[in-house]
């Protein structure tokens, strides 16, 4: 009588033990490190150059789920091609995000600067934009570093060894400081 009692006790441990399993195997799958990330990119941006966008960007979309941060300027890229393609509403998508990721729309080189098609779609989220790096960047620490460049780029032209040596003693206590702070100056903070 007493292994009959313990029997439900027994087959509900299992069904617990069955689901939680279940459930491990529909999560997302894991995060993966950036120079997985970008060996990765490189097969997806061979489907971007190629005109497969559908493929691309369903690769794509799954490989930037599984990393804390895509940088803004591949998801500039997409947002580009998608433009030119005439996806209109994933341009946003990937350009609002690219936005959200510290890109300043209108800076960059050559074709990597704006999006020329899809108009009204990138007006849209142009307009968000300020909103967008007020709530996401730090300006304070942006000028600082900005200035801390200044300081390092003028000793370095001015070939001034001793005075290249305080300065990047300055600089790097101020950095380790910043770093402290605010975190790593990475282009979502910055």
């Known amino acids: ?71 803004s300027s591949h998801l500039f890229k997409v947002a580009r091609l998608c433009s030119e393609n005439n996806l209109c509403d994933l341009s946003a998508k990937y350009l609002k995000k690219s936005i959200e990721n510290g890109k300043e729309y209108g800076k960059g080189i ?36 900005d200035s801390m460049f200044q300081a390092d780029q003028k000793a370095r032209n001015e070939s001034d060894y001793e005075t290249m040596k305080v300065v990047d003693s300055l600089n790097m206590l101020t950095l380790l400081h910043q770093i402290e702070k605010y975190g790593y100056p990475g282009e979502k903070l910055i």
């Open 1 to 71: 009588m007493a292994d009959n009692r313990k029997r439900p006790k027994l087959i509900k441990k299992c069904i617990y033990v069955i689901l939680s399993l279940v459930l491990l195997s529909c999560q997302n799958e894991q995060e993966i490190t950036y120079p997985e990330y970008y060996r990765n990119f490189n097969k997806i941006n061979e489907y971007l150059n190629s005109g497969q966008l559908g493929i691309a960007i369903t690769k794509f979309d799954s490989l930037s789920a599984r990393i804390p941060h895509v940088p």
């Open 110 to 145: 050559g074709q990597y600067k704006t999006i020329d098609q899809c108009s009204k779609e990138i007006e849209s989220v142009l307009k968000m934009e300020s909103e967008i790096h007020i709530r996401n960047l730090n300006f304070y620490y942006k000028a600082q570093i």
